[in-house]
């Protein structure tokens, strides 16, 4: 495989005239792909980073047999990779002087990109993540359902969700990606933001729906202040988010967990989430020829 199998552009609607049927084929594999991407098309290049987008498609025999994209400062994100392309596309990437702060995708791919990556620069190698992708089956209530009710956020609760916002990056060790008020306003449009909200109204939990592409949309975002946790609100929100996309005509629903946590994966599981296929996600540290970046993770 010849890295000039690989056509690179910054257009965001030239990436998708290429590969957004090849991404739609695939849609639970694929979902951070076309999530972000639609994010990107509906709100412009600033939704996930100060940089402008970086998208590439590997074209072989008239067919895409891969793509990426990246929103630097963060990772590069591609689809599955065999070892021989993942390491042509890192030659390829070091080849054009990219400064790369690591890698997200399939465990097997972001694993051979990530040794690639470190044989052709020196950059020093960090496991960051081990994620998991679940798909929703038949969803259940956990049980005993907490007191209080879902609701919809609204603008009211703008000031509130932008705080969360911030609060969730920093549980979740990740950077603020976008201006929480405009992170916030654009849920709020898109009704994206299920509260779980105690007898007195105030709200206890979150779970945060991605936009719908391809049939499928994903929950992220899920968030129960540190004071709050263990009374089962954070599976209340999910399981209400859940039925929401549900109702909303998606498909598939999906999310990843952190496969450190066996507490959320073990909740997901009871909701009715089933495993997919597990994501790793690498960082780079500035090698004798590489360069330097941030942690932070994509795919929300």
Known sequence: MASHDWYLTRDIDDFLARAGDFLRA?????????????????????????????????????????????????????????PAGADALAGLLHDLGQSLPG????????????????????AEVTLYER?????????????????????????????????????????????????????ADSRIEQRAVTYWEDPEG?????????????????????????ALRRRGYAGAATAEASRTARERGAEEVLLFTDLADPTSNALYQRIGYRPVSDFTVYSFSQGSQGSQGSQGSQGS
């Open 26 to 82: 695939d849609p639970a594999v694929h979902t951070v792909q076309l999530t972000v991407t639609e994010t990107l098309r509906m709100q412009g290049a600033r939704s996930y980073g100060d940089g402008a987008p970086e998208f590439g498609v590997l074209e072989q025999d008239g067919k895409v047999r891969a793509a990426f994209f990246r929103t630097p400062p963060h990772r590069l994100c591609p689809t599955p990779l065999s």
């Open 103 to 122: 890698v997200q995708g399939d465990q097997d791919t972001a694993a051979a990109f990530a040794d690639a990556w470190r044989r052709r620069t020196g």
């Open 131 to 183: 994620q998991r992708l679940y798909r929703l089956g038949e969803l259940t209530v956990p049980q005993p359902v907490p007191p209080g009710r879902a609701r919809t956020a609204g603008p009211e609760d703008r000031a509130h969700l932008s705080r969360w916002y911030r609060d969730f990056c920093a549980a979740v060790g990740d950077p603020v990606y976008q201006e929480p008020e405009a992170w």
């Open 202 to 226: 105030e709200p206890v939990a979150m779970a945060c729906l991605g936009p719908q592409v391809a049939g499928q949309v994903r929950v992220s975002c899920v968030y129960t202040p540190p």
